[in-house]
């Protein structure tokens, strides 16, 4: 008789993880799988493939030129910034330097920001009226704008992600082999280019798959330095905004696509090997930080260079913020302040709302999806962690451009509502969700399943009342993030933002087509301050292991 229970209790549990399983199947076919196959449906047409806006876009010399021209800025901006990363973590991991808290915290501060912030820091230095071209070199030069600027402005914006992938990278080498080359006789030199960086080839390739789809989603960034120099994701801008042809942009958006999901592929297929390492256990502690005086001199060198080449960006949107005219006028005023809180005070507001809801809604679908994936049996639960990661390889612009054309028309209109913006943002960091997810679940032992399994408790229960409490750390962390990466998004929410609920990123850009430099800039500073406000107010708010939200739910 009590087996009989506790047989029908398993199988309640598991038809209500079937249930779950065929809910969370429905979100991702509503908001993936049908925006892109609407996508596709209008690049190919009307079933003439011959004719279709894909195939008129494929002979189209100029659109061919310019995915020639997004393949070249993503793999120099894969080689340049490779190099740039590989070197700053070798310097802070190998080399003995001073001040590296400092190093690795402007290293990391391009990530709290949108990278469009990095153009206007460059346009207002390097521009026609730029502060070193114009006031102190007396040039009045377009050297900017085109393919040098923009891959300086993406290098910034984007050399961060590749840093801490190869911070990562040499903190996870075991140190006896390191060791043993120095034995050996072998120079520090010597030592990176035999063994260390061989060992870390498949990290290498990480790095500048990473970068190289980073590229291509950039839309900001080209927009306002593109130049002579067109890129896909501005062009399809351009296409749907300035000329309003739907069918071109949906073309040129699978164009896009294409490559990214080749890079995305190759990533994923490069991330399965990265688990080699030397033959035997693994080493001892992480390797010591030496080397010559000559090399120290060389790694400070470097990491001052990045960081003061990061901080001057800041520091003159900073200055562009509280000058009458950057470049012209630099009396000190609030006027730019003014101006935006009482302009824009609904787009930090609805940007903040907006923000929080998609990271709370992020997190909590990607850990449902991360648990049956994780801790069940079911069928075709492959398939549904798949189509949750996705949309890393689909670029934001098309994602954006996706949604905005799916959801304008029946059974679903969302047109101008939130909720398009807050799918679009869920969308974006939803695989950030279940991988996070996935990666807190594998710390939680089985063993606490089966108990609480044993004790009478379903899965419902059991995910409630043992799982939930103990991922909560990875919760907090995903959702900051989460956040991050929502409200300094441009390219996934610049078709879906409407005159009801704006955004900053947007009215960033907008504010620049119009030359308001010191409203965009006093904006950005009010979004970087919002940014850090969530960053370190978050943990601090409800400490790193939650106990205030602990003891408040019971």
């Known amino acids: 008789m009590a087996a009989g229970a506790a047989g029908g209790q398993a199988s309640a549990g598991g038809s209500g993880a079937l249930a779950l399983q065929l809910a969370l199947g429905a979100f991702l076919l509503l908001a993936i799988a ?62 003995d330097v001073p001040w590296k808290p400092l190093w690795h915290f402007l290293a990391l501060l391009p990530t709290i920001s949108p990278p469009i912030l990095m153009a206007l820091g460059l346009v207002l230095l390097y521009g026609r009226r730029g502060i070193v071209t114009s006031g102190l070199l007396g040039m009045k030069t377009t050297a900017l704008y085109g393919f040098w600027g923009l891959l300086v402005a993406q290098a910034i914006s984007y050399f961060p992600f590749a840093y801490l992938l190869m911070l990562n990278q040499f903190r996870g080498l075991d140190a006896s082999t390191e060791e043993a080359a120095r034995t050996l006789g072998a120079s520090s030199w010597q030592v990176l280019r035999t063994v260390s960086l061989p060992l870390m080839a498949p990290g290498l390739a990480a790095s500048a798959l990473l970068l190289f789809g980073y590229s291509f989603a950039d839309l900001g960034n080209p927009l306002l330095l593109g130049g002579d120099f067109p890129v896909m994701s501005a062009q399809i801008y351009m296409a749907i905004i300035g000329m309003y042809d739907v069918p071109q942009g949906a073309a040129l958006a699978i164009l896009l696509l294409l490559p990214a999901a080749l890079m995305f592929a190759a990533h994923k297929a490069i991330g399965a090997r990265m688990t080699f390492a030397g033959v035997g256990a693994r080493g001892a502690a992480a390797a010591r930080p030496r080397g010559s005086r000559r090399a120290r001199v060389a790694a400070l060198c470097l990491l001052g260079g990045v960081g003061a080449i990061i901080t001057l960006q800041y520091a003159t949107i900073l200055a562009g913020a509280f000058t009458q005219l950057f470049g012209i006028n630099h009396a000190p005023t609030l006027r730019h302040f003014e101006a935006v809180l009482a302009r824009q005070r609904g787009a930090l507001l609805d940007t903040f709302m907006l923000g929080v809801a998609a990271a709370a809604l992020s997190v909590a679908i990607g850990l449902l999806i991360a648990w049956v994936a994780a801790r069940t049996r079911l069928r075709g639960r492959w398939l549904l962690d798949a189509v949750a990661a996705a949309p890393l390889a689909i670029p934001g612009t098309v994602i954006g451009l996706a949604f905005a054309l799916a959801f304008n028309e029946r059974p679903l209109v969302l047109t101008g509502t939130a909720a398009i913006v807050v799918l679009a943002f869920v969308v974006r960091s939803l695989p950030y969700g279940v991988r996070s997810g996935v990666a807190a679940l594998d710390q939680v032992h089985r063993s606490l399943d089966e108990a609480s399994t044993t004790m009478g408790a379903g899965p419902a229960a059991t995910f409630r009342r043992i799982l939930l409490p103990l991922v909560r750390p990875a919760l907090l962390a995903g959702m900051v993030f989460a956040f991050t990466r929502s409200v300094t998004t441009l390219s996934a929410v610049i078709f879906v933002v409407s005159p009801h609920w704006s955004l900053v990123t947007p009215a960033i850009l907008s504010q620049m087509d119009r030359g308001d430099v010191g409203e965009a800039a006093a904006l950005s500073v009010l979004v970087v301050l919002m940014v850090l406000a969530v960053v370190h107010g978050v943990p601090r708010l409800f400490g790193p292991d939650w106990r205030g939200v602990r003891g408040a739910g019971g």
Do not use: E, H, K
């Not at 047409?45 to 800025?73: C, E, H, I, K, Y």
């Not at 120099?76 to 973590?89: E, K, P, R, S």
């Open 34 to 95: 049908w925006p892109m196959a609407d996508l596709l449906r209008r690049a190919l047409g009307d079933g003439d493939l011959a004719a279709s806006p894909l195939a008129t876009a494929l002979r189209d010399p100029f659109a061919r030129r310019v995915l020639w021209n997004t393949l070249l800025l993503g793999a120099a901006l894969a080689v340049v910034g490779t190099i740039l990363a590989t070197a700053c973590a070798y310097a802070m991991t190998r080399i």
